[in-house]
């Protein structure tokens, strides 16, 4: 409905995907063009999206993200959904967290994502584009960071994917190449850690 809306006027579609759409089975970052394998229903469900925007026009983009962090909607707000502070609220609780050591990607901030979608969308014509802030880490050492950064003393459980026992499956390695958004002409997007500092100090 919204990709046949903006048809009709004529205004590009922007549709945010993940990194759940891939396998995991790589050793290198994903490219735009590899081969997808999402493991789950929200993966198989965001592929199904990016295939009916992208068909519906040229114009068109299909975005993907990874690990998103960022400011939060408002102080009642649950930090669940954003990794670095509810890594803190834990610590602060516990003092010892458990955190998966075999998932490796790359942390986006999503103020750094709304800038490299809007320069995006002034340079590329459409299409299917990885966007993400430069690096990539496992969730563990992501968590060592984030407390590093923050003075936060906390003890760091490392354990496996299968051990955690998530009800959703995860791809293992899930980095993207933003190769294809450079060569769009999208200035690259800052290493995460410089943003993951820059976040934690507006927290504090």
Request: hydrophobic share 40%; with cysteine.
């Amino acid at each position: 409905v919204l990709a046949a809306a903006c048809r009709e006027v004529g205004a590009p579609l922007v549709h945010f995907s993940t990194d759940f759409v891939l396998d995991g089975h790589s050793d290198k970052p994903y490219a735009e063009d590899d081969k997808t394998g999402p493991l789950g229903v929200y993966g198989a469900s965001k592929l199904c999206g990016e295939n009916v925007v992208l068909a519906a026009s040229p114009r068109n983009f299909a975005i993907r993200v990874c690990r998103l962090f960022g400011p939060i909607g408002g102080p009642t707000q649950k930090p669940a959904g954003n990794f670095p502070l509810l890594m803190l609220k834990l610590a602060r609780e516990r003092g010892k967290v458990r955190v998966v050591d075999d998932q490796v990607g790359s942390p986006s901030y999503t103020p750094d994502l709304a800038r490299g979608v809007w320069e995006l969308l002034q340079k590329a014509e459409g299409g299917l584009f990885h966007l993400s802030n430069e690096g990539e880490v496992s969730f563990a050492d992501y968590a060592q960071e984030i407390f590093d950064v923050a003075g936060v003393e906390c003890e760091i459980e490392r354990i496996s994917t299968a051990a955690y026992g998530a009800p959703a499956p995860r791809p293992l390695y899930s980095t993207l190449s933003n190769a294809k958004a450079h060569a769009a002409g999208m200035t690259p997007l800052r290493h995460y850690r410089e943003a993951l500092v820059e976040f934690l100090q507006s927290h504090q």
